[in-house]
């Protein structure tokens, strides 16, 4: 019977401890100021406004050069605060381009995030996937942004442990060419509920199965 009891919570322990200890979660930045979002990263701007075509800016590298301009001097509108952090930053145009993949040099950082307004003066639908370092989405922000002074922030916080943002994919669903600012990148600590949650539901199961095998 006591060989029988040790069988079972050995195999019962092992079971729970084969199941991943930290569920991927994720924190979206709506606006910049919420939570840590601007003060967990480094802000790398949108270019110079020079005119002239980057294939990377500070830790990101693009997969097709993109224009630097400005608001409003070569690119018309913008938003202004509290939806972005400025109304007449300089941007980044993707020059005929619907879609683009940016990737993060700097490893390990698990925060990323930029604005975002169509070329066309209407509203478009936008799609953008935040990926892991095993290129796994670990989630996909749409917003509808109206390009008549409408900038959103695309921004997301991984807070899986031991995970972290590798590069972003940015769609214009409508296929429309686009602008991007204040790219953000950094390193936050995650929050602590999934970790106190886990850790407190497996404490509570391994109890229960103890004191039923002691009845």
């Known amino acids: ?81 509290p939806a972005t952090e400025s109304c007449t930053p300089n941007v980044l145009y993707s020059n005929g381009a619907s879609q683009i993949h940016l990737v993060m040099l700097a490893a390990h950082d698990n925060t990323a995030g930029f604005e975002f307004e169509p070329d066309a003066f209407a509203v478009e639908t936008i799609s953008v996937t935040f990926n892991d370092q095993n290129g796994l989405p670990i989630a996909t922000i749409t917003r509808d942004v109206n390009g008549l002074g409408g900038a959103l922030l695309f921004a997301l916080q991984d807070d899986t442990p031991g995970k972290w943002i590798s590069h972003i994919d940015i769609v214009n669903t409508t296929g429309n060419d686009f602008a991007i600012a204040e790219l953000r990148q950094g390193n936050s600590v995650p929050e602590p509920g999934t970790m106190v949650m886990f850790g407190t539901g497996l404490l509570g199961v391994l109890g229960a199965v103890r004191r039923k095998m002691n009845l």
Not at 4 to 26: E, G, N
Not at 58 to 76: C, D, I, K, M, R
């Open 1 to 81: 019977m006591c060989f029988r009891k040790l069988s079972t919570l050995v195999t019962l322990s092992a079971l729970l401890l084969s199941v991943p200890l930290f569920a991927d979660t994720y924190t979206i930045f709506n606006q910049p100021t919420d939570g840590v979002y601007i003060p967990s990263t480094t802000n790398y701007g949108g270019g110079d406004g020079s005119g002239g075509t980057l294939t990377g800016l500070g830790t990101f590298t693009f997969s097709s050069g993109l224009v630097e301009l400005s608001v409003p001097n070569s690119w018309a509108t913008w938003n202004c605060p």
